[in-house]
């Protein structure tokens, strides 16, 4: 089992940069791929950002690359995405979630992860 919480979103301006963490409980979270997901008001929660449980390899949504990086740091059980150039329409609540052990890369499908957070809000004022 992993239990996930998120933290950093806020209130910022368009063109600041943000970033946002996940930390994860359980012994396992070196072996979890990871990834960020958001959802605006009104949409379907969609996919961000994800990484490999060893961290050597990433994937982007179109809109999210070049000016999200999403890392991990297995020693504090914390995976990250730091946004820039942020944006009115990046206002959502970003989600971080896990895949189930044994499931090592990362993947853009939403179905495909288990563990989810609560959740974070990150609001960009125009």
């Known amino acids: 089992q992993v239990q996930l919480v998120e933290s950093g979103g806020g209130l910022v301006q368009t063109g600041d940069s943000l970033r946002i963490s996940c930390a994860a409980s359980?012994?396992?979270?070196?072996?979890?791929?990871m990834g960020w997901f958001r959802q605006a008001p009104g949409k379907e929660r969609a996919f961000v950002a994800a990484?490999?449980?060893?961290?050597?390899?990433?994937t982007y949504a179109d809109f999210a690359e070049g000016r999200f990086t999403i890392s991990r740091d297995n020693a504090k059980n914390t995976v990250y995405l730091q946004m820039n150039s942020l944006k009115p329409e990046d206002t959502a609540i970003y989600y971080c979630?896990?895949?189930?052990?044994?499931?090592?890369?990362?993947?853009?499908?939403?179905?495909?992860?288990?563990?989810w957070g609560q959740g974070t809000q990150v609001t960009v004022s125009s």
């Open positions: 359980g012994r396992t979270f070196s072996s979890n791929a």
């Open positions: 990484i490999r449980y060893s961290g050597d390899s990433t």
């Open positions: 979630a896990a895949r189930r052990l044994g499931y090592y890369s990362a993947s853009p499908w939403i179905y495909d992860y288990d563990y």
